[in-house]
């Protein structure tokens, strides 16, 4: 059970918008920048989204992330094929000593 | 182009140490705010972050591991270890290692070293 709250599966159909929650508490989201990862299958996650809303260069802008209190989000529109893949959320929780924490992840369906 | 790969061994039994590489190039563990942590990954499950270190070797560690880690940095080497002792058949995951910039972020990631527990 993670500290982070994810559903564990969105789907769309192509060209559609999807979005992904990562809920959390002050302890965690409240207090500290979140980083958005893309798991494609049979590979290593790679960074989408950093500090709540940043894209590293390279990610196109359909990839979008916001942050609200103890809640954040994963958009992405024009959804294609190739983004089928898992995507955690994650960030540091300083509820006893510091430490950094995933999400349970969200497998994304293009349908 | 900063990259990273782990090694180690495939296969240990339960009970024993696990002794893992990773290897990196394209930057210093000396440079401020750079770090290198390790991240776990059960077949068919989440992510599991296990332990960073910083350049100035500030460690953190998964509270529920702490006591079965060690993390490690070689800067001469571009190197950083981790151990883990007591190795159970739940600790059968694919290790990856990555880069940290100011320990926000996790990127680039290696490829990951699948080790398997088993007797």
């Known amino acids: 059970q993670s500290v982070l709250t994810q559903p564990p599966s969105v789907s769309a159909a192509p060209g559609q918008k999807v979005t992904i929650s990562c809920s959390g508490s002050?302890?965690?989201?409240?207090?500290?920048?979140v980083s958005w990862y893309q798991q494609l299958p049979g590979t290593a996650p790679k960074l989408l989204i950093y500090?709540?809303?940043k894209r590293p260069s390279g990610i196109p802008d359909r990839f979008s992330g916001s942050k609200s209190g103890t809640s954040a989000t994963l958009g992405i529109t024009g959804l294609q094929t190739g983004d089928e893949a898992d995507y955690y959320c994650?960030?540091?929780?300083?509820?006893?000593?510091?430490?950094?924490?995933f999400g349970g992840g969200t497998k994304l369906t293009v349908l | 182009q900063i990259t990273l790969k782990e090694s180690g061994p495939t296969l240990v039994k339960p009970t024993q140490t696990l002794t893992l590489t990773c290897t990196f190039s394209?930057?210093?563990?000396?440079?401020?705010?750079?770090?290198v942590g390790w991240i776990r990954q059960p077949p068919g499950k989440a992510l599991e972050w296990l332990a960073l270190?910083?350049?100035?070797?500030?460690?953190r560690y998964s509270p529920s591991l702490k006591s079965r880690l060690t993390i490690t940095k070689d800067t001469s080497k571009n190197q950083v270890v981790l151990t883990m002792t007591n190795m159970d058949p739940v600790d059968t995951a694919t290790y990856y290692c990555?880069?940290?910039?100011?320990?926000?972020?996790?990127?680039?990631w290696g490829q990951g070293t699948l080790v398997t527990v088993s007797s």
């Open positions: 990555a880069h940290s910039l100011t320990g926000t972020t996790f990127d680039p």
């Open positions: 500090d709540n809303n």
């Open positions: 994650g960030t540091w929780d300083s509820s006893l000593s510091a430490y950094w924490v």
């Open positions: 002050s302890s965690n989201i409240g207090n500290n920048y």
């Open positions: 394209g930057f210093s563990l000396s440079t401020s705010g750079v770090g």
């Open positions: 270190i910083y350049w100035n070797d500030d460690k």
